[in-house]
């Protein structure tokens, strides 16, 4: 199994950044395909970012494409979400994300199976 334990979290300012780590445990941290997701009050949790097993690829919601960078240090098993051009609209908590399903895809939450305790984010002025 993998554990997930996320940071970074906290109260930015509306055009601010914030940089959320994501550490896993165990040896086969590199063989995940890795996720981020959000959830808001009162909304479904929806798909941010994306990365493959090497890190090769990449993918992106709609709403955070050219404002979020997702990347993976294979040697710290670590995933990042760096967020920039924060927006009000980005306050939820984020959950970090594990995979190890083949043929799943990325971007619905079935398409992995290890998850952290979430951090919250508030973009607030």
């Known amino acids: 199994q993998v554990q997930l334990v996320e940071s970074g979290g906290g109260l930015v300012q509306p055009g601010g950044s914030l940089r959320l780590s994501c550490a896993a445990s165990?040896?086969?941290?590199?063989?995940?395909?890795m996720g981020w997701f959000r959830q808001a009050p009162g909304k479904e949790r929806e798909f941010v970012a994306a990365?493959?097993?090497?890190?090769?690829?990449?993918y992106y919601g709609d709403s955070v494409k050219g404002r979020f960078t997702i990347s993976r240090d294979n040697a710290k098993n670590t995933v990042y979400l760096q967020m920039n051009s924060l927006k009000p609209e980005d306050t939820a908590v984020y959950y970090c994300?594990?995979?190890?399903?083949?043929?799943?895809?990325?971007?619905?939450?079935?398409?992995?199976?290890?998850w952290g305790q979430g951090t919250q984010v508030t973009v607030s002025s």
């Open positions: 994300a594990a995979g190890s399903y083949d043929g799943r895809g990325y971007y619905t939450h079935d398409s992995y199976n290890y």
């Open positions: 165990g040896r086969t941290y590199s063989t995940y395909k």
């Open positions: 990365i493959s097993r090497s890190g090769g690829s990449t």
